[in-house]
Structure formats: C-alpha cells, structure tokens
C-alpha cells in the first residue's frame, strides 16, 4: 500500500473506530422507517429518565426516528451516551494504548493456527496485514467486527449515539457521558489474553463461515420490532463458540459489569431535577441483569412507552 492509498485508509479506519469504541458490543443493525425500538420512561419522584436502546451502525432508512423516540429526545433537557463518538481527541487515545509498540506484533500474541486463519480473512475485509499486526487481539476483534459490517453496507457514520450527540450540540442540549473510550478500552486492556484471544477466534471464524450477514439481519428484525427477548438471545450469542467459562467471564465485563455502574449514574440523574435521555446499546437494556430490571429494583417506576 502506498502513501497515497494510505492516508484515506487510515483516516477510514479511525471514523470506523469511533463507533466501534463507544459500541464495545452493543447490538448493530437497521430499522425501516416507523419502527420504535426499546424505549423506556423511569420515574422517581422528582425526575424522568428515558431509556433508549440503540445501534452503532446503519443506514438512512433508520431516519426519522418513531415518534415516541423523538418525543422523548424533544422533552428530555440532557442527552446521555455510553461515550461521545463526535470526540475524536478521545478516540485517538484510545486507540493508542490498544496498540503493539514495535517490535511487538499480534503474531507474538495469539496461536499460529489462528495467525493463519486471520490472514485468510483480512482481505475479505479490506484490512491490511500491515496495520492488522500491531493491534491487541480484542481492538482487532472489534474492528474486524466493524469493516465487515461495513462491507456488508451498513455505516457507521449513520449510526444511532452519533445522530443523538450531533442533534444535541445543534440544539445546545449537553451531552454527559456515562463511560468514557478511555474507560471502555481499559476495560478491555485488563482482559487475560486468553479471554482477547477467544473473542478474536470467534470473530475471525464468524467471518470465514458468512455468519455475520445472518446476525445483522436477525439483529436489525430485533431491533426495528424493539423484541426484547429476541435482543436478549442475540445478546447471548456472542459467546457461543467460547469455551463456556471465558463466555460467562466475557459477557460479565461486557454487560453485567457495565450495567451495575450505569445504572448507578442513572440513580443519580434520577435524584435531580432535569429530565435525561440516556442512549445505550440495547444489550444494555435487556434480561435480570439489564438496566430496565436494574432501575426498577431500586424502586423507580419503569414502563416501556
């Protein structure tokens, strides 16, 4: 690859990883027109926080939003997103600390049978060894996820947490962040390798078997029809092909972990005065552990609108 073809490549790459780092794994799909996905209203008594369920890829057929979404953005003082993907000094920084420094490379870091299998699919993706190499395997699972999506035809740039930031700062409604992409990537770093290493394996085997264009449609049926436990069971699936314990471990970080401290920062909001509309993954929505039961065990009235 030359200079030249370099350049946009990267700067490709990185837009990618803008939403590829404020997802982690949250569901991705598209919705027709008219659809209404999760949305939930939750009541203390002094407050309303709307709860919505988003995806971080897309396309223009996702626009406009069903109306009990935009009803609830419209009334809502302060939008709140897992992280803001418009904040491009943030994602730099996170990309960097998911890198290898040189000499260090990927090869040193993960199976020779699974180096090889990787380098089989880099191409149907359009990504190159050379830039492949110095990523730790959970950003190369992430982003392998993301340029297949993409190649599939779905955009990041039409994706849910950016339409909100930038519908925000138009209308000069603060955007707080419930996370951070530092905080997110970090909670990756920590990750044994063997955990990183499982998550790239599955990915890259995903990919090999076509699998991904069959997800994407069940998760964008999923979304659009806002079927909770069709989300839930999609949510699941991203273990499966994971020995059973580094799955549980997995989907603890991802989702269990994750929800405990949001929804504290939700309880928070919910002790104020302003109403919020706190856009998260719909995976974060979903089952016992989801942010919905989680709020309401905390006595706050939640009713899906």
């Not at 989702?255 to 706190?278: H, P, W």
């Amino acid at each position: 690859m030359s200079p030249s073809q370099q350049q946009p490549f990267v700067v490709r790459l990185r837009a990618a990883l803008a939403l590829l780092v404020a997802a982690v794994f949250p569901l991705l799909g598209h919705a027709a027109q008219g659809s209404t996905p999760l949305i939930y209203e939750v009541r203390s008594e002094t407050n309303t926080v709307y709860l919505f369920g988003t995806i971080h890829v897309g396309t223009s057929s996702m626009y406009p939003l069903g109306s009990k979404v935009e009803e609830a953005f419209t009334r809502s003082k302060i939008l709140a997103l897992e992280a803001d993907p418009t904040d491009q000094s943030a994602v730099t920084s996170a990309i960097v600390q998911a890198m290898y420094r040189p000499p260090d490379s990927i090869s040193s870091h993960i199976p020779p049978d699974l180096l090889e299998q990787l380098k089989a699919v880099l191409p149907q993706v359009g990504l190159p060894f050379e830039y492949a190499r110095g990523m730790k395997p959970y950003l190369l699972a992430m982003t392998l996820t993301v340029m297949e999506i993409q190649r599939l035809g779905y955009d990041p740039n039409m994706g849910i947490d950016a339409h909100l930031a930038q519908l925000a700062k138009k209308q000069g409604k603060p955007v707080v962040e419930l996370e951070s992409m530092q905080g997110q990537m970090q909670l990756f770093e920590v990750m044994p390798e063997a955990l990183q290493t499982a998550m790239l394996r599955a990915t890259v085997e995903d990919i090999a078997k076509g699998e991904v264009a069959i997800e994407m449609d069940d998760l964008q049926k999923a979304w659009a029809a806002g079927d909770a436990e069709a989300i839930q069971e999609n949510v699941l699936r991203e273990t499966l092909g994971m020995p059973e314990d580094l799955g549980k471990d997995l989907y603890e970080r991802i989702y269990d972990q994750r929800n405990r401290q949001m929804a504290d920062k939700i309880t928070l909001m919910l002790g104020g005065s302003e109403s919020c509309f706190v856009a998260v993954g719909a995976g974060h929505l979903t089952g016992a552990g989801g942010l919905a039961e989680l709020l309401k065990s905390k006595g706050f009235t939640v009713r899906r609108l």
